[in-house]
Nanobody, 126 residues
Framework: QEQFVESGGGLVRPGESLRLSCVAS????????IGWFRQAPGKEREGVSC????????YYGDSVKGRFTISRDNTKNTVYLQMNGLKPEDTAVYYC???????????????????WGQGTQVTVSS
């Protein structure tokens, strides 16, 4: 059974950093993309970052470009999201997900993930 274990969220002040981790396991079929999306209360889901598994190309949402970096460690089945220069508007629940039918399509996916985890809360506040 597919499973994600996300960690690394927390409460930080503006300008600080966090690194989220997501361990994916139990996948019996190839997945084309892995990434992160977020959702804040009362707001729509927003794509944060996406990484294509074929060539590790990465894509970011406009609001996080230059501040967030996605990476993965295949030996640990883990994907990371390094978040620097955090802002209050980054406050949300962050989810990692994978797609089994499409790649990132040149952007940070939001609604296209086929499987995703329970999420980890990130709160940025002074």
């Amino acid at each position: 059974q597919e499973q994600f274990v996300e960690s690394g969220g927390g409460l930080v002040r503006p300008g600080e950093s966090l690194r989220l981790s997501c361990v994916a396991s139990g996948f019996t079929e190839h997945y084309y993309a892995i990434g992160w999306f977020r959702q804040a209360p009362g707001k729509e889901r927003e794509g944060v970052s996406c990484l294509t598994t074929r060539d590790d190309s990465s894509y970011y949402g406009d609001s996080v470009k230059g501040r967030f970096t996605i990476s993965r460690d295949n030996t640990k089945n883990t994907v990371y999201l390094q978040m620097n220069g955090l802002k209050p508007e980054d406050t949300a629940v962050y989810y990692c997900g994978v797609t089994v039918a499409v790649s990132c399509k040149g952007r940070a996916l939001g609604n296209e993930y086929d499987f995703w985890g329970q999420g980890t809360q990130v709160t940025v506040s002074s």
